[in-house]
């Protein structure tokens, strides 16, 4: 009887722990509720400001633990007899988890369900539940060695909270235009299912399949995004850890490994964007993939296919890329077990494949085309009555050939430009900016450690090694900036090549006698100090974290100052830009950016500080039905299509080159302008012009800035590609027209 009391008040003290552990995430998310306006945000800061910063800064832990807790429903045990450890169960857990939140959120998200009271209590559930698990023990640091390395990771993990997920990070366009406005509206709507009254095609396609961010999204606003991209980022330096282990013995080396991760090329990425969970996701797959294959852990089997699920609802094409990983884990389970040691990882592939082709059907049902990239494949079969009511195909067409976007073909313009290409891709790999660090690194670690290869590993090695080589080729063949952002390879591939390389290379000095015994200062001590020496020298060549940009988030969070401020980048996105030019033009009229489609236009078409489509979006214009008319004229027809939609001003930055489609139009043609147009007013670096007899007249020095712009935007820039659309638009246009008639 007195035992049964006993355990009784051991589960009530247990449950009142996991409670107290459980409040700082439940206040956080409740005080996430509180919005914080918009110029209060970006301009004055304050009391607000810094509450919803704190309330962010605690959100993360709490994603990691909800993920971690998620995941126990699938892996919560390791196999008898297998070679995975508590770090490996820990991994497999979060990620099983983290797909599981996906898979939810999305499930929540067609439901029309994403609202806080369903999501707050869904977390909270799951976090409280696994504070309440038994603890199977924690490893703690016991060395001064291992207290350094710990408190280096703990503190690079504050830094890029702070500066990178708590504080707006957008350096460029696409976080204002794209992310933040479709995250806004995922927690005002509570449903991923397009706006009747205003379908945003590219929104859908973009946010449908991130789940984990609509849940956290829900309440935390789109900055809450931002902080689960920080978490994956961590992710991805645990899986890098991982990976170490099993390329040597020791401790010092994989951590080393996990440190030089997080300050690499990755961070050079803006949290802001998807690509951190899908590029931590395929990087689970790339680890847990050769793992399945060829060890006797077939637990690894249930966090594996709710991962390649969520990569085909994410991105449909990523499924292609994690299939890739997962037959390169057949190729090293062949390796270790003979023929039979491929169907396990080419049955994982074949669930995502068809998860991804279960997710076009939907999309070609719902918006009348599978996917827009490439458009090669899915134009044949778009249905065209279906499309037109959510977008345009002239819009599609320019877009997809505006982009620079090359892929390789079989001619020998073609092999020739892969080739160099593979260069230039070796190269950033082994030789990447301040590569110095690296050789220096590898022999100072060889000369000091006593590390060794494991036993039994090398199969996994042997799949680690194909998956490398398949992300090399995959880069090889296209220029897909999107597809380089979401697997940002030299963050993984360049610590775990220098391990690959230490190894042997301590081996030959240790039998050669070469190897240094230091009297004062333990050998740990030194490698880990040469990694933080070769994260900091990386880091500083991204330019991601300056002093500068500490001292401005520090300001930020404490509510001293707004967003603008914060960092240089905001010189260039500065949303003050678009409350002047706003002022200038009647209510409402719709501005029409002809050029600075990298500064203005992102900044401002989706700004919360303007009435929504006050600034003509890029992607989703106000004259989407008449698009092919505005751009390719003749001018007459450009009018009357802008003027049918009240799109009575148009903005010109001096100086830009950016000139994307809407510049292109014949209506701004050296000879058309005089006719057409007259000067609504002139900035200090800038022009806005509407119709004629509704403004000044334009002057011929006025006209002649704006052709030599155009005119260089041509030659020079990104506007060379946007040129490169347009006549590739005029030409498929006419192919339309001749095969009508």
Not at 250 to 273: D, K, N, Q
Not at 386 to 400: C, D, G, K, P
Request: net charge positive; aromatic share 10%.
């Amino acid at each position: 009887m007195h035992s049964g009391k006993r355990r009784s008040w051991g589960g009530w003290r247990t449950s009142a722990r996991a409670g107290l552990m459980t409040a700082p995430f439940l206040i956080a998310a409740l005080g996430l509720l509180i919005k914080v306006p918009p110029e209060v945000q970006f301009f004055s800061g304050g009391p607000l400001v810094a509450w919803n910063s704190l309330c962010l800064a605690v959100l993360a832990p709490y994603v990691a633990i909800a993920f971690v807790g998620m995941g126990a429903l699938l892996v919560h045990r390791l196999d008898e007899g297998n070679d995975l450890d508590a770090a490996d169960l820990l991994v497999l857990q979060f990620f099983g988890g983290a797909a599981l939140c996906v898979l939810i959120g999305v499930c929540l998200g067609a439901a029309g369900l994403l609202f806080p009271w369903i999501t707050i209590p869904f977390l909270t559930g799951i976090i409280a539940w696994h504070l309440a698990r038994p603890s199977r023990g924690r490893w703690m640091p016991s060395t001064a060695a291992e207290w350094l390395l710990v408190g280096l990771i703990g503190l690079s993990a504050v830094v890029l909270l702070l500066v990178k997920g708590v504080v707006l990070d957008a350096t460029r366009g696409d976080i204002p235009q794209l992310y933040l406005p479709l995250l806004a509206d995922l927690q005002n709507r509570h449903t991923l299912w397009l706006d009747s009254e205003q379908p945003k095609l590219f929104w859908f396609l973009l946010g449908r399949g991130h789940g984990a961010d609509m849940l956290l999204v829900s309440f935390g606003g789109p900055t809450a995004h931002q902080i689960l991209s920080v978490v994956y980022l961590l992710s991805i330096a645990a899986l890098v850890h991982r990976m170490a282990v099993r390329l040597t013995t020791g401790w010092i080396l994989p951590g080393c490994a996990a440190l030089i991760a997080m300050w690499s090329s990755f961070i050079g990425l803006e949290t802001g964007r998807f690509h951190y969970e899908t590029g931590a996701f395929l990087l689970f797959v790339c680890w847990a993939g050769p793992l399945y294959a060829t060890t006797k852990a077939r637990v690894i089997f249930r966090a594996l296919v709710p991962t390649v699920m969520s990569i085909a609802i994410m991105v449909p094409q990523a499924a292609i890329i994690a299939t890739a990983f997962l037959m390169a884990g057949a190729g090293a389970g062949w390796f270790a077990h003979g023929p039979r040691g491929i169907v396990r990882p080419l049955g994982v592939a074949a669930i995502g494949l068809g998860t991804a082709a279960l997710s076009l059907l939907v999309n070609q049902i719902y918006l009348g085309i599978a996917e827009v990239n490439p458009i090669g494949v899915f134009m044949p079969l778009i249905n065209v009555e279906r499309f037109r009511q959510i977008s345009s195909l002239e819009l599609m067409v320019y877009v997809n050939n505006a982009q620079g976007i090359k892929y390789a073909g079989f001619s020998m313009r073609d092999i020739v430009a892969a080739f160099g290409r593979l260069r230039e891709v070796l190269w950033s790999l082994f030789f990447g900016t301040n590569f110095w660090t690296y050789p220096a690194f590898i022999v100072a670690c060889a000369a000091l450690l006593r590390v060794r290869r494991p036993q039994g590993n090398g199969p996994f090695v042997v799949g680690l090694a194909l998956c490398l080589l398949a992300v090399i080729s995959l880069i090889t063949l296209t220029s897909h900036g999107s597809l380089e952002r979401m697997l940002a390879f030299r963050s993984v591939a360049t610590p775990l090549i220098a391990i690959s390389i230490i190894v042997p290379l301590a081996d030959l000095f240790r039998r050669r006698q070469l190897q240094l015994r230091l009297v004062s200062l333990p050998s740990a001590m030194v490698t880990i100090g040469l990694a933080a020496l070769v994260a900091t020298v990386v880091a500083r060549s991204q330019g991601e974290i300056t002093r500068v940009r500490m001292q401005g988030a520090l300001a930020f969070v404490t509510g001293r100052i707004g967003l603008v401020g914060t960092s240089p980048s905001f010189d260039d996105l500065d949303p003050r830009r678009c409350r002047e030019v706003s002022s200038h033009v009647p209510a409402d009229w719709h501005i029409l950016p002809v050029n600075s489609a990298l500064r203005f236009l992102p900044t401002c078409a989706e700004s919360p500080l303007l009435p929504s489509g006050r600034v003509v979006d890029t992607l989703h214009p106000v004259f989407l039905p008449d698009y092919g008319d505005v751009l390719l004229g003749p001018a007459p027809i450009s009018i009357a299509a802008l003027r049918r939609h009240n799109v009575n001003a148009f903005y010109i930055e001096g100086d830009r080159l950016d000139f994307w489609a809407h510049g292109q139009s014949p209506l701004f043609d050296s000879d058309s302008m005089p006719r057409n147009l007259d000067v609504l007013h002139v900035g200090a670096d800038y022009i806005l012009l509407t119709w004629k007899g509704l403004g000044a007249p334009i002057s011929d020095e006025q006209v002649a800035a704006i052709t030599a712009l155009r005119n260089r935007s041509r030659v020079t820039g990104p506007g060379k590609d946007y040129w490169d659309g347009i006549a590739t638009l005029a030409a498929w246009r006419s192919r339309q027209d001749s095969t009508e008639k």
